[in-house]
């Protein structure tokens, strides 16, 4: 697979505008760039950058850089300038002429450049955002602060870093406040680290995208400044941005990587081609000569066969550093380094935060509810609802029915008009009206509901002219005024009477979602998991999130509730749902062991104290928090596996919900052979969107229904055990307030993460300990002896272990994708070691080592009746086979020496 690399590199430093402070430094900086990426050795990129330009010039560069491209292409896109968003929340990039109150025409708008990138082929595509965002509010507005570049430019194919994704400055009248130019902390790093070849932080010779991200953040986070800088990608392959040659490999002695290196990789389910030694060499990019756009301008498009692979956007602004108010901290929850995705793509999802240990929180705040917006007042009756009444008094005395509207409610999307019928109307001559009724009434989509459920009278539903939005926090502040304090309760919206509708997702227990694209589905599920994130703490529900379509849940890819990277893979989600399968077993004999039937219950005995550890066992008992799996899309689920979906949610849906494991599937495609007959079963709760055909609204419903609702929210709630299914109008969130309380969650990671650093170059890590492991196997030192060695975290198929080796034994602290249901601890005496298949562990490629104990059947796989008999004497002990132990001791050693090698990094 080849093709070229090419890079833009926009700088705008100097503004017309005097309200737009001038900016120090980008130009400088985009030549420093365009000199790293040009270099054959390093970059290989043909580069073209635009300096000072005005936007008509800016964006004939975007649209021809874009143009013409082929799907191997890595392009690679530079911004260094202002970003200013306007009133309304859109996205703009300063250049020479932008007058911030006339952005449409002067600034360069995120959306025309995300648009350039969705037509462009290229299929990586890397944008660096060096940014100093500022809010163009209104005088003493200030807006939210976040400013998602990632809603405005992320898409498949592509990998956004950017400095920060905040407002850093406001607008006060007619000028930027608290304006302190410096030079670029972001641009200068990456810069740095692609001159020495530092950035290539797993040290195979090429910096990737997650090299380099890796790298900025430390050195962003080292200079001690409050800004953070952010990726989000997409990608289909892993991108190369450099060959790490002139730096570090050059001076270590090491033959530089091949050209072949550059190119792309392909990423999910290809793992067997990304070994890059194995490769073909390639041409080598950038021969093309670096070609600075300014004054007059010039575009020079690389020549065909050049490689240019990585597009990449940086928007480069002088950013003064002090930017990002990140909250005070107000959690101890301890974070630690990127972690290899457990279950998700890997390399896409490196970035994600390594999830919080729940039993090492101080104290978890929960997002302040200011956050989400308040609606207006509820409709109040109008002139339309009389004139409906009329209109239904006509049609019914024209086709001489004994019939009469009195009385009627107003939903927030449709009004019920309540109809009384005489004694001697059957019920066939009102739903054989149904088509009169919707023409005087003007409306196509009436819905006639006999009766309403525990009245005497028909409800006759007419969409309403103005529909009412129905806020997230508007249902939220009701469910904290009544004291409601599960943290399972989720919003819904409002019904039709106007009440708000929750749910107790934990009393559902599972629910299946369903509706046709555009009905609302995707805001439903973005205010379910949003209300979690509202009102619960990590260590009361985590959550597993799978999302094939990539997208749409990427807003919650950093948040602490996740236990695993969200999961878009589909292999990844089957063996995420087999694993909660074997979670589901585990807490069950907990509650066998203890006597218990619910996990509530079980859960209220280890607070209270009621449940202990029994003495001798290493394990150390803590309640088992909700597991909430979200499954968005189903469709593409069961398309690419249906037995093996089918196989492993059926017994989920059947019995977890007694151990606090709930299902939430949702689909577009709500067809017999997505939503199977066992599924069905197996689900009892059910909420339709408008679905595309009466079949579709019998397969989620059992009925008719969902395919009369008009869209946009409109719903059917069927829970558990009801007949009639209750019409509501979804509740809505925006991603502005997602993204706010997102932060808010993962701004608590952050700052404790940066905490334990400070606290300690390595509280858990493999640096901190120095003493070799097998200096100590086999020697005198007991179990009260200290530890001898700590490798950190060992992650096998989303189980992640800390190991300590002590003088006479090796306890493994184990957990799964984080911490759910607590830790399940192994200790492995080495004078008790009966039996292990071994097979070689492996070490990953970012230092984390692939190791599996007990019920992992991984490399180091354990009898099962070893197994068996470990749990049913209610022991975490696992036997190893005394011969088996020395390779155990030696393995670790090997992995040990081999982390230590590879990065020296700080796991704790
Ligand atoms: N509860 C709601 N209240 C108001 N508007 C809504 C609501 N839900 C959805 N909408 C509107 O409908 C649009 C489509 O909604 P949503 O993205 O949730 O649909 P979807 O069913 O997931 O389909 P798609 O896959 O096309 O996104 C939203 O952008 C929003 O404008």
Known sequence: MSGSRNALLIATGEYENPELNRLRSPAR???????????????AFGVTHVIDRPQHEVNRCLETFFLDRSRNDVLLLHLSCHGIKDDNGLLYFAAKDTDRRLLASTAVSAAFVHDQMRRCRAKSIVVLLDCCYSGAFLPGVKGDTAVHVTEELAGHGRAILTATNR??????????????????????????????????????????????????YERILAAGVKQRPQMWTALEYRVTIARAANGRSQRAGEPTPPAAALEPVPLAGNRGSTDRKTRTAQPTAGDEQIVKVS????????????????????????????????????????????????????????????????????????????????????KARSAANNAAIAALTKVFADFKVDAAVTGFRLGPTITRYEVELGRSVQAEQITALTKNIAYAVASPDVRITFPIPGSMVVGIEVPNTERE??????????????????????????????????????????????????????????????????????EDVRMVLVDPRRVELMAYKDIPHLITPIITDTNRAVEALQWIVREMDLRYEDLAAYGYRHIDAFNRAVRDGTVTTPVGNQRQMEPHPYLLVVVNELADLMMAAPRDIEDVIVPIARLAHTVGIHLVLATQRPSADVVTGLIKASVPSRLAFVTPS?????????????????????????????DKPIRLQGAFVTQGEIAAVVAHCTAQVILARRAASAASSCPEGISGETEPLDGAV????????????RPGPITFKGYTSTVTV??????????????????????????????????????????????????????????SGEAQKARANNSRTVLFTRSQRDTFAAYLAEVTAGVQAQSGNCFG
């Open 806 to 863: 002590y003088a006479d034994r090796v306890d493994i602290k184990r957990s799964f994708m984080g911490k759910v249901g607590g830790a399940r601890d192994c200790v492995i005496p080495f004078a008790d070691v009966v039996r292990v298949d071994s097979k070689e562990p492996t070490l990953l490629t970012n230092g984390y080592v692939q190791v599996a104990t007990a019920q992992d059947r991984g490399p180091l796989r354990i009898a």
């Open 469 to 538: 939005l129905v806020p997230l926090g508007d249902v939220l502040r009701l469910a904290a005024a009544a004291g409601e304090g599960n943290p399972m309760v989720v919003a819904l919206g409002k019904d039709v009477e106007g009440g708000y509708a929750m749910a107790n997702l934990a009393k559902l227990p599972h629910l299946l979602v369903a509706g046709a694209m555009g009905s609302g589905m995707t805001s439903l599920i973005d205010c379910l998991i949003t209300s979690i994130m509202m009102r619960a703490t990590p």
């Open 694 to 722: 009466l079949a579709d609204s019998r397969v989620i419903l059992d009925q008719p229904g969902a395919e009369k609702l008009i869209g946009k929210g409109d719903g059917l709630f069927l829970p558990k055990g009801a």
């Open 167 to 216: 407002t850093e400055y406001a607008w006060e009248g007619d000028h930027l406040t608290e304006m302190v130019p410096e030079s670029s902390r972001f641009t200068g790093a990456i810069i740095d680290g692609l001159r020495t070849g530092e950035a290539d932080r797993d040290q195979d010779g090429i910096v990737s995208v997650h090299d380099l991200y890796e790298y900025v």
């Open 295 to 378: 004054p007059p301008l010039h575009v020079r498009q690389p020549a065909a066969g050049l490689g240019t692979g990585v597009m990449g956007i940086a928007v480069a602004a002088d950013t003064a550093s002090d930017c990002t108010a990140l909250p005070r901290a107000s959690s101890s929850l301890v974070i630690t380094g990127p972690v290899e995705a457990p279950l998700g793509e890997a390399r896409d999802l490196r970035s994600h935060t390594e999830q919080t240990d729940p039993s090492d929180a101080i104290t978890y705040s929960l997002p302040s509810l200011g956050l989400l917006a308040r609606g207006g007042p509820a």
């Open 29 to 43: 900086d985009a030549e420093g760039l365009a000199e790293v990426l040009h270099d054959p050795h390093i970059g």
């Open 778 to 789: 086999g020697r005198d030192g007991g179990s009260q002896g200290r530890p001898a060695h």
